[in-house]
């Protein structure tokens, strides 16, 4: 069981107020806090250790430079990737998923190939294969869902054929919560060939993300999404890519030979990291990690899950109220509309009762179009939330729903 009360004394900004409230901070999956472990660990790199890495010889950089390094490992470690491929420090999922398609998959494309992607995608894992799709002349497949929101398998499965040159598949949906079979898609994939990611910016303290067990070839995430700083994050690149992948920023850090007329490069991971990387940044990321594993991965889980039914039931109660999809597994959201009543208007009522959630597009419209809706309402919770919290949260969707109603009559 996890000790909620003594967890929340590591996260400060818990017991701020809004507007005279207690904040009830239930936006977890746009970003999470950050506990005092982490912000311990930054003030600690600029304390004793602040240097360049991979250039200098003297002590403090190569004391940054091994600290890093180990972050590197660490984050290794997490994905169950050790001896099997490479973690690329980034600056976020986006990031890793431009990287992975500009430099592991345009290579691959042409007309009469095809990309797979799904209807419930991040604008950051949709738009990129859709703009490298109109760049290289290859057909951009979209997976649909049920109505459950869960992915259409069969259609999934048959569209990863002989011309199927990539899949990009989230690991769980941002606003729906869906889980989905990754391992499964991945698999297909490699049979045929196909390049596969996995968009894991909102899996990542959902359980343990294996690259081996999922087969994956890339694999990206977010820092700010687990507690670290943001603009960290990696990407995860299978052996099998190692080869296959050429640079796309150039600059300092990357390079093996610079000659006048003709540069030669760093092998993976340097290769991918022009430029000063976010040191601080990187080095807090495994701090999160280890912040995360200390509680326990399981017990995180179980524990949110328990939060998001109960949201869940709560919201189910409502009159009026709808949550959207009703997916087997769902994990850290749930989204909802009202009836009457817009998101924007709910969400601003539910902010002066010192509640944070989202409200919008969630950087999915491609989703929310396929709902039938142009804004939904999302929570999110985490393990440092209270089932106190989530009720005081379902109470007010529904009085000031009432209220919005009543107003706009
Ligand atoms: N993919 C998913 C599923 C996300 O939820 C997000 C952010 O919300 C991203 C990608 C993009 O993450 P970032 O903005 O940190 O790069």
Redesign the pocket.
């Known amino acids: 069981m996890l000790d909620v009360s003594s967890i929340r004394e590591d996260f400060p900004i818990l017991n701020e107020n809004v507007y005279g409230h207690p904040l009830v901070y239930l936006d977890n999956?746009?970003t999470m806090q950050m506990p005092r472990q982490v912000m311990d660990c930054i003030v600690r790199h600029y304390s004793t250790t602040n240097a360049n890495v991979h250039r200098g010889v003297h002590y403090l950089s190569e004391r940054s430079t091994s600290a890093m390094e180990q972050s590197r490992q660490r984050i290794s470690r997490f994905l169950g990737a050790d001896g099997l491929g490479t973690v690329v420090f980034v600056s976020?999922?986006?990031?890793g998923i431009n990287l992975a398609a500009q430099c592991g998959v345009r290579q691959h494309l042409s007309p009469g190939k095809k990309v797979v992607v799904t209807h419930m995608e991040?604008h950051?894992?949709f738009v990129v294969w859709q703009e490298l799709c109109h760049q290289t002349g290859a057909r951009l497949v979209i997976c649909p869902l049920t109505d459950a929101g869960e992915l259409d398998m069969d259609f999934m499965l048959s569209a990863i054929d002989q011309d199927c040159a990539a899949v990009a598949v989230?690991a769980?949906?941002?606003v729906l919560g869906t889980a989905n079979d990754v391992a499964t898609i991945c698999h297909a994939a490699r049979e045929v060939g196909a390049v596969s990611l996995v968009?894991a910016?909102?899996a990542m303290r959902h359980g343990r993300l294996d690259v081996d067990r999922i087969g994956c070839d890339f694999l990206a995430f977010?820092g700010?999404?687990v507690m670290a700083p943001s603009g960290t994050?990696a990407l995860y690149v299978s052996d099998r890519m190692r080869d296959r992948m050429v640079p796309y920023r150039f600059g300092g850090g990357m390079v093996d030979q610079v000659g006048d007329r003709q540069t030669s490069y760093a092998d993976l991971p340097l290769m991918l990291e022009a430029g000063t990387p976010n040191i601080s940044g990187n080095i807090a990321l495994a701090s999160a990690l280890d912040y995360l594993e200390e509680l326990g991965l399981d017990q995180v889980a179980t524990y949110e899950g328990e939060l998001l039914a109960r949201a869940e039931q709560g919201l189910d109660a409502l009159d009026g109220v709808h949550v959207l999809g009703h997916p087997k597994e769902r994990f850290g959201a749930v989204s909802f509309v009202v009836d009457g009543v817009h998101p924007f208007d709910l969400a601003t009522l539910l902010d002066k009762r010192g509640i944070a959630i989202r409200t919008g597009h969630h950087?999915a419209q491609p989703l929310l179009r396929s709902l039938g809706q142009s804004s939904v309402v999302r929570i999110s919770p985490a393990f440092y939330n209270t089932p106190e919290e989530v009720d005081y949260c379902i109470e007010q969707v529904s009085a000031c729903s009432n209220f919005l109603r009543k107003f706009s009559k």
């Open positions: 999956a746009a976020g999922a986006t990031e991040h950051s894992n989230c769980v949906s941002n968009d910016a909102q977010s700010h999404k994050g950087c």
